[in-house]
Every structure is written in structure tokens, then in C-alpha cells.
């Protein structure tokens, strides 16, 4: 009887241990199922998470800028005629490659079908995936790191990665801040990058004192996903983190990325390119697919969320910004919502050029705009935007395809954003993926089948530079 007794504990035993063990398979099966959750518990100290991505660095910045260059032409070649309001001159020209033997006539008279079946949609027209898309997050060009540093002291340098793209196709820096309470003024900025450094001495006097706090806090900088003192961030040291004009420097737009933290899985995010925020007070839509309806949601949002992936428990733990919305986000809002468009002398004050100013090319392109271009259609109304969301379907074009990280597949409706100032703000589309107008007008002739002629699209471009 005892070694019947020994042998059924025996087996219970083994019962217990494969239980366990079955729980424990299950449980690594769970702990590896991609979630919408990023882990809170660090799992590798930071040390040795900095030694392996800074190795990892070089060859990631290789494939990413090989990339570019078979997408597009990234030579300099600035206008000889054509100035951002701050005097940097425009990129001129197509610098999306179109494929072998192929022509942008011969293109644009191809059926939508026909493009995806040969797979002929030009690769600069497809989504533009971040420099290290499954890893993601804040990215700034060096030109803005290397001001800060020395102007604050602060370091928004990553230790993982570069900003992709060159500076000849960025908006100039720092760019010049009109408001809508004091035109007279003109460069409210004097040409400096407004910070804590110097934001009250620029605009005491200037602003109310609700505006002045508003704009203290848009400059002061809070913690975020890479940018905190947590040791899963991504600078080398430990930081404060970034404030709103660290991306929108000066209240435009330094073309800083970021992925959109509204959507998962990570390779379905789309890449951000920084909008400008001049000109908020005309608009109705805020974020490139969310559809905030204020200015203060849209403010909130970033600082509560955004920052931080739309990840509400990691923000958590990085220390996030928590804002008083009947002060602090008004306040911010208040300031963000006098920011003026540049000024645009060739427009009356219906936003249409006026014959006795305006050039013959620039008058055709106003009547392309309006007619067979059918830009009207989504940028009709206050500063050439219908405040409304449109999806132009553009996996029409091309098979999904997942490269660099990124899924191109369908992408649902994205914001018509304003076009007045547009000049200033390169590169183009939410995701930055058209690098000059002309690009823009190649992209929209081809999408939308409108067949402009080559001087047609010239004239179009034209027009947009006078807006």
C-alpha cells in the first residue's frame, strides 16, 4: 500500500510541475504577444541600452538615408526668385523619382488599377516611414538641437538617432512670428528662437498677461516619451523633456517627426510631420486624423497623451504634464490662437489675388486652383482649408506593402490643412512625404486624375508660393 501511495503522490506531483510549467509556456506566450501597452518595467539597465542602440545606430541611419535617395532627388537647388517670408529661399523642381523609362505624362494617363497592378506608383508618393519606425518617437533637426543647447542648456539630442531629413528642404530658422493683435509690429520673434531665455523680454508689453503665461508655459519644457528622467529614455542624460515650440519653434513648424500616437499597431502609425501653427485661429480641426474640435482639446491631448505615444501609463511613470484646463490650457490656447499667417501682399481681403499686383502666371494658377485643378474642393474658405477631414484613397495606387517598419496600406481621412503661408512650411502632406510644391502638384494631379499640362502645373505653383 505505501508504494501505491508514493506513486500516486508521485503523479500528482508531475501533474503539479507540468501544470506549472504549461502555466508558465502560456504565460511567455502572453508576455510576447504584441500589445497596445509598452512595458512599464525595464527590463535592460540603461547602460547597456544606450552601448546596443548607439552600435545599432549606424547601420539603421545607412538603410533609412538609402531609402531617401532611391525615393528622391535631395540636391540642392534653391529658387533664385522665391523666399520663405524670413528670406531662406524655396526648393525648386520634382524630386520624386519616377520609375525606369517612365514620365509623369505617361503616368497620369494610367488607370489607378493599372499602376498598382504594375506596381508603378513612385516610391516618394508612398508613405514616409520614420527614421527607425518601429522604435519611433520625437526627432529634431540638428540645426534646433544645437541653438538650444547653447541658448537653454538643454541637450534634445538622441543617443538612437538622427533627424533624416537635409536642412535645404526644411522651414527656415527660426522662423518669423506675426500676430493677428499687433500686424504692425511685423517679426515679433526680432529673428531669435523664442524661449525661456528671453520669451518676456520679446513680448512684454506686447501680450496680456494671460497670453504671456501662456506662452511661458509653451516654451517651458515637461517630460516625454524620450525626452524625461526616466531610464528608458532616449537621451543621454536624464532631462527635462521638450516643451510645444521645441517642435512648433517659434509658433511655426521646424519639420521636427514624431509617430501619431492614436494608432496601433506600430507599423500602421504614420509618421508626423510637424504642422505650423499659425493661422489655429482660422481652423476647426485639430491633429491630423483626431479631429480635435478646439485648439485647447488639441493642447491638452499633446501634452497629456501625445507625448507620450497615447500611452496614459507610461506618462504616468515619466511624469506627465498634467494641465489645469481652466487656466493653463487657456492660456496656452489664448497665445497659440493670435498667431498670424505671414503677410501675403498680393491678396485682398477675400483671399483672391488682386490682377494689379498679381503676375500673369500667378493669375492662371488662381484660376487652375479653382477650376480644372479642383484644389477648391478642400481648400475653399478662411485660409484656403474647408476645415473638414477627406480621404483621398490612395491605396488605390499601390499593394500594401510593409517596408522600413511601416505598413503603406489604407489610411483613412487626414485633415485639409490651410494653405495660406504654404510656402514656408516644407516638407509637404501630414507625413512630410512630398519635399516641394512642385511635388505636391504632381502627387494631386496623379491621385485625383486632373491631367494639368506642364505649364498648367507650373502656374499652380506659382500660385501657391503668392499665398
Known amino acids: 500500500m505505501k508504494g501505491i501511495n508514493d506513486s500516486k503522490k508521485a503523479a500528482r506531483l508531475f501533474l503539479s510541475v507540468a501544470t506549472l510549467c504549461l502555466g508558465a509556456t502560456s504565460l511567455n506566450a502572453k508576455e510576447e504577444k504584441s500589445s497596445s501597452y509598452a512595458s512599464v518595467v525595464v527590463k535592460e539597465d540603461f547602460e547597456s541600452t544606450m552601448k546596443r542602440m548607439k552600435a545599432e545606430k549606424p547601420g539603421i541611419t545607412k538603410k533609412h538615408n538609402t531609402l ?5 532627388d535631395l540636391s540642392n537647388r534653391p529658387s533664385k526668385k522665391v523666399n ?3 528670406g531662406k529661399p524655396v526648393q525648386e523642381g520634382v524630386r520624386v523619382k519616377l520609375p525606369a523609362g517612365m514620365t509623369w505624362e505617361k503616368l497620369s494617363s494610367m488607370s489607378a488599377e493599372e499602376i498598382r497592378e504594375k506596381n508603378l506608383f513612385p516610391q516618394g508618393f508612398m508613405p514616409l516611414p520614420h527614421p527607425h519606425h518601429s522604435e519611433g518617437g520625437m526627432l529634431f533637426p540638428k540645426f534646433h538641437i544645437d541653438k538650444v543647447k547653447k541658448q537653454d542648456n538643454r541637450d534634445l539630442t538622441r543617443f538612437d538617432l538622427d533627424f533624416d531629413l537635409k536642412d535645404h528642404f526644411l522651414p527656415e530658422f527660426p522662423s518669423p512670428i506675426y500676430l493677428t493683435t499687433r500686424p504692425d509690429i511685423g517679426d515679433v520673434s526680432q529673428g531669435k528662437l523664442v524661449s525661456v531665455d528671453n520669451y ?8 496680456n498677461p494671460k497670453q504671456l503665461e501662456g506662452l511661458r508655459l509653451l516654451v517651458t519644457p515637461f517630460p516625454q516619451q524620450q525626452f524625461n528622467a526616466t531610464n528608458d529614455r532616449r537621451s543621454e542624460h536624464p532631462s527635462f523633456g521638450v516643451s510645444c515650440f521645441d517642435c512648433h519653434a517659434n509658433g511655426n513648424s521646424n519639420a521636427a517627426t514624431h509617430l501619431v500616437g492614436d494608432i496601433r499597431p506600430q507599423e500602421n502609425r504614420h509618421r508626423l510631420d510637424t504642422p505650423t501653427l499659425r493661422g489655429v485661429y482660422q ?7 483626431r479631429a480635435l474640435k478646439t485648439v485647447e482639446d488639441f493642447t491638452e491631448f499633446e501634452q497629456r497623451a501625445a507625448y507620450f505615444d497615447g500611452d496614459h501609463v507610461i506618462a504616468a511613470k515619466k511624469g506627465v504634464n498634467a494641465l489645469e484646463r481652466g487656466s493653463q490650457v487657456h492660456f496656452m490656447a489664448e497665445f497659440q490662437s493670435i498667431l498670424d499667417f505671414p503677410p501675403a501682399p498680393k491678396l485682398d481681403v477675400f483671399d483672391k489675388l488682386d490682377p494689379s499686383k498679381a503676375t500673369k502666371a500667378e493669375l492662371r494658377g488662381e484660376a487652375i486652383f479653382n477650376g480644372k485643378g479642383q484644389c477648391i474642393e478642400c481648400h475653399g474658405g478662411p485660409a484656403f482649408s474647408d476645415n473638414m477631414m477627406h480621404d483621398m484613397k490612395v491605396e488605390r495606387f499601390y499593394k500594401p506593402t510593409l517596408k522600413a517598419g511601416l505598413l503603406a ?3 483613412g481621412p487626414i ?12 516638407p509637404y502632406l501630414h507625413d512630410g512625404r512630398l519635399l516641394t510644391l512642385e511635388d505636391t502638384v504632381e502627387f494631386f494631379n496623379l491621385i485625383l486624375n486632373i491631367k494639368l499640362s506642364a505649364e498648367e502645373k507650373k502656374d499652380l505653383v506659382t500660385y501657391m508660393q503668392a499665398l
Open 68 to 72: 531617401l535617395k532611391e525615393r528622391y
Open 84 to 86: 520663405m517670408s524670413g
Open 200 to 207: 518676456f523680454e520679446l513680448f512684454d508689453g506686447v501680450l
Open 283 to 289: 481652423q476647426r480641426l485639430f491633429g491630423s486624423q
Open 409 to 411: 496600406t489604407a489610411q
Open 415 to 426: 485633415k485639409s490643412f490651410p494653405l495660406r503661408g504654404i510656402k514656408d512650411t516644407p
